[in-house]
């Protein structure tokens, strides 16, 4: 296999044209999303405020439900069906946080998070876990405060962790004031959601502007919880974090269906001491390609004046190519001026 593409089209997905006619929804949903809370009164409810428990695996999964639901109309003029919902992308990437053990505690003490434990809790020491709190916590209590969801600022709180609480905001004003830059481009997301004269493409614009924004600031606070990992999952997390700016340049449309086919490129595991790709033997040429992709990426990011994320037009070449019985595998990326496909 050989591809020559812009590298926006490999992270993009140019892998896979098909068309959302193919699919059937329910089956792209993340895990235990029918499960999941899907309006505000399936929580609990105390002293009027719904109370939220944002470290058990559906309770977090069910603001992203709820974000979709109440959401969806100002998708529909797009395309008539939620899937051009572009909320999509953040259940998709914590469905799969889930699957593969991510959100699990990384130090291994069984319970929180495993199969034999508590498998629907969310570590507090798990990076991925709470990297995804701001994205979770955060985009859902901006929407609250912009009124989309139909409650008032105070009627809603989340539940802390079981420590490191004072990482972690958990109603609106507390999120306001700990983190105003954050909460204020999300609040800016959400008044252009609201403007009817908002196009696809500036959604997409103010979605990712408030996305990285967020990761920035959460991977300042994490880093630490990174030494947990194994060496190869570490780096991964840290790829990833870099690849997400490059998505984000690239306006990629996270949409039901381009998000799934994006992410099964994505390892379906946590990486272990040896896992090298494109060597990986239980991945798929798909998966082994992304995590080169991603460790070129940093590479091209960390050094200076090289930058991609300035020229999105810029291509690399990728091939890899496999032996008789997969005996070896030769590859090779490196930036290139043509696009097109071979096979
Ligand atoms: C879609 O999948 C769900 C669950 O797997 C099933 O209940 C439903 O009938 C399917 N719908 C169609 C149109 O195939
Ligand atoms: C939103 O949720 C409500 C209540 O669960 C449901 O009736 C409605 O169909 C949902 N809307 C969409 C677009 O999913
Ligand atoms: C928000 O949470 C903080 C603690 O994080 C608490 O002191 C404050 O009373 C809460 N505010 C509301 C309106 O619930
Ligand atoms: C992450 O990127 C670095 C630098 O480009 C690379 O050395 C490393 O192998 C990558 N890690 C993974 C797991 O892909
Ligand atoms: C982006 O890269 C392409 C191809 O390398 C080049 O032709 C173009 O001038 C560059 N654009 C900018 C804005 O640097
Ligand atoms: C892309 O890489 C492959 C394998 O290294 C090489 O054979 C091919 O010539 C390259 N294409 C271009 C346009 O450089």
Redesign the pocket.
């Known amino acids: 296999m050989a591809f020559l593409l812009p590298w926006t089209c490999v992270l993009v997905g140019c892998f896979s044209a098909s068309l959302a006619g193919a699919y059937n929804f329910s089956d792209l949903y993340p895990p235990l999303w029918e499960k999941s809370p899907g309006q505000l009164s399936d929580y609990r409810v105390e002293n009027g405020k719904y109370l939220i428990d944002p470290w058990i695996y559906s309770e977090r999964l069910g603001m992203y439900k709820i974000l979709v639901n109440k959401t969806a109309s100002y998708f529909e003029s797009i395309v008539a069906s939620n899937e051009q919902n572009i909320f999509w992308g953040l259940p998709l990437q914590h469905g799969w946080q889930y699957r593969t053990g991510r959100l699990a505690d990384p130090r291994g003490r069984k319970g929180c998070g495993y199969e034999s434990g508590d498998h629907l809790c969310i570590s507090v020491d798990s990076w991925w876990a709470d990297m995804n709190y701001f994205l979770s916590a955060l985009p859902f209590l901006a929407a609250v405060d912009s009124g989309i969801m139909g409650i008032s600022s105070d009627q809603v709180m989340l539940l802390p962790p079981p420590k490191d609480q004072t990482n972690f905001c958990l109603n609106i004003s507390s999120c306001q004031s700990s983190f105003p830059e954050i909460m204020s481009k999300w609040n800016v997301f959400y008044q252009h959601l609201q403007d009817p004269s908002s196009s696809f493409e500036d959604l997409l614009k103010y979605f990712w502007a408030a996305h990285v924004s967020t990761l920035e600031y959460a991977s300042k606070i994490f880093e630490d919880r990174l030494e947990y990992y194994s060496k190869p999952e570490a780096n991964f997390g840290r790829n990833w974090s870099v690849a997400v700016k490059y998505l984000a340049a690239a306006l990629f449309p996270t949409t039901l269906v381009r998000t799934y086919e994006f992410q099964k490129g994505l390892p379906p595991r946590m990486l272990v001491n040896g896992d090298r790709a494109p060597f990986i033997h239980d991945f798929t040429d798909f998966q082994n390609m992304v995590l080169l992709v991603l460790s070129f990426l940093r590479q091209v990011d960390n050094s200076p004046g090289k930058s991609l994320v300035?020229?999105?037009?810029?291509?690399i070449n990728i091939s890899l190519n496999k032996g008789r019985n997969n005996d070896f595998i030769r590859y090779r990326i490196h930036?290139n001026?043509y696009c097109q496909r071979k096979s």
Do not use: E, F, V
Not at 310 to 315: A, L, V
């Open positions: 300035s020229n999105t037009s810029k291509k930036h001026t």
